[in-house]
Nanobody
Framework: VQLQASGGGLVRTGDSLRLTCAASGRTFSNNALGWFRQAPRKEREFVASISWKSDTYYADSVKGRFTISRELNKNTLYLQMNNLEPEDTAVYYC?????????????????WGQGTQVTVSS
């Protein structure tokens, strides 16, 4: 099982990025998927999650700016990030949960991608 995150980069405040997470090795159509991030010298934190039915759940810090989505037929997860802020700078990780419903705790996730760097300059 492999989750491959991509799409990170260096952008300016107010710019947009779309992260992609491609899953291989098995299908996750019955699992919730999520995005987490870890900034330098900080703990990894929840960003967004999407259930098997595509119900979504966001951290307050990204609500209204980020959108999580999934394409079941491509076994792919996305994170559209708009109006980026320097505080969004982090390594972003995608993950597949053990259960079907959206979850915000990292302990709920069994499979993790390798991370993609997002840097937002002021």
């Amino acid at each position: 099982v492999q989750l491959q995150a991509s799409g990170g980069g260096l952008v300016r405040t107010g710019d947009s990025l779309r992260l992609t997470c491609a899953a291989s090795g098995r299908t996750f159509s019955n699992n919730a998927l999520g995005w987490f991030r870890q900034a330098p010298r900080k703990e990894r934190e929840f960003v967004a999650s999407i259930s098997w039915k595509s119900d979504t759940y966001y951290a307050d810090s990204v609500k209204g700016r980020f959108t999580i989505s999934r394409e079941l037929n491509k076994n792919t997860l996305y994170l559209q990030m708009n109006n980026l802020e320097p505080e969004d700078t982090a390594v972003y990780y995608c993950a597949a949960a053990r259960k079907s419903f959206a979850a915000s705790q990292s302990s709920d996730y069994a499979h993790w991608g390798q991370g993609t760097q997002v840097t937002v300059s002021s």
